[in-house]
């Protein structure tokens, strides 16, 4: 089954630093990637998606990630943290078989930023 | 444009008892679907209904099950509640078309089960 696997379930960077959150996926055809934001109390936010065109979907508050079918990996990186950056952010893909649109998350990785 | 919006904001519910929780989709969204999260954990896929149906489903028991409107808005129901149970519930819509077109997420409605 289709998984989704997010290395380091805390995050923390100082104000200014690079952010890389990782995300790897399980799959030998690979699917539709996404990255979420969950701030406290909150739904979710779509940040990006990867839906086979450019390997480096940028999204929106600065926000960037990169494709790699080698690796199986879709990392998210930021150069620069700000404050406001610090929240909850989850991986998640739909698989290109089957049309529900069913998205399967990681188990979230949270961003701490430091000023 | 109004965003997806969730009812009740928290509820709190004993064990054995049955609960609904409500959605309204973002306008011309026709596609439903619900996850439930649990503290410290991702989302995880309940149910999808388009146009009415169910077209989608997780792996979660009978007990939870669903409505969709002709408006779309969306219910889930749990019957026989489990301590397991509490969650945040989210709902998300999106238009039809393409898997991978935008979801959309509610605030959620967080279930406490006691």
């Known amino acids: 089954a289709q998984s989704v696997t997010q290395l380091g379930s805390h995050v923390s960077v100082s104000e200014g630093a690079l952010v890389l959150l990782r995300c790897n996926y399980s799959?030998?055809?690979?699917?539709?990637l996404f990255w979420y934001v969950q701030y406290p109390n909150q739904g979710l936010q779509l940040l990006l998606k990867?839906?086979?065109?450019?390997?480096l979907v940028k999204g929106i508050n600065g926000f960037e990630a990169e494709f790699k079918k080698s690796e199986t990996s879709f990392h998210l990186t930021k150069p620069s943290a700000h404050m406001s950056d610090a929240a909850e952010y989850f991986c998640?893909?739909?698989?290109?078989?089957?049309?529900?649109?069913?998205?399967?998350f990681g188990q979230g990785t949270t961003l701490q930023v430091k000023p | 444009e109004t965003g997806v919006t969730q009812s009740p904001t928290h509820l709190i519910k004993t064990r054995g008892q049955q609960v609904t929780l409500r959605c309204s989709s973002q306008?011309?969204?026709?596609?439903v679907s619900w996850y439930q999260q649990a503290l410290g954990q991702g989302p995880q896929f309940i149910f999808q209904?388009?146009?009415?149906?169910?077209?989608g489903r997780g792996n979660f028991p009978p007990r939870f099950s669903g409505l969709q409107f002709p408006n779309y808005s969306s219910e889930l129901n749990v019957n026989a509640l489990e301590l397991d149970d509490s969650a945040l519930y989210l709902c998300?819509?999106?238009?039809?078309?393409?898997?991978?077109?935008?979801?959309?997420f509610g605030p959620g409605t967080r279930l406490t089960v006691l």
């Open positions: 998300a819509s999106r238009e039809e078309g393409y898997p991978y077109n935008e979801q959309f």
């Open positions: 799959s030998s055809v690979p699917p539709y």
């Open positions: 990867y839906t086979s065109a450019a390997t």
């Open positions: 998640a893909v739909i698989p290109t078989s089957g049309n529900t649109g069913k998205l399967i």
């Open positions: 306008s011309g969204h026709n596609t």
């Open positions: 209904y388009y146009r009415e149906e169910e077209n």
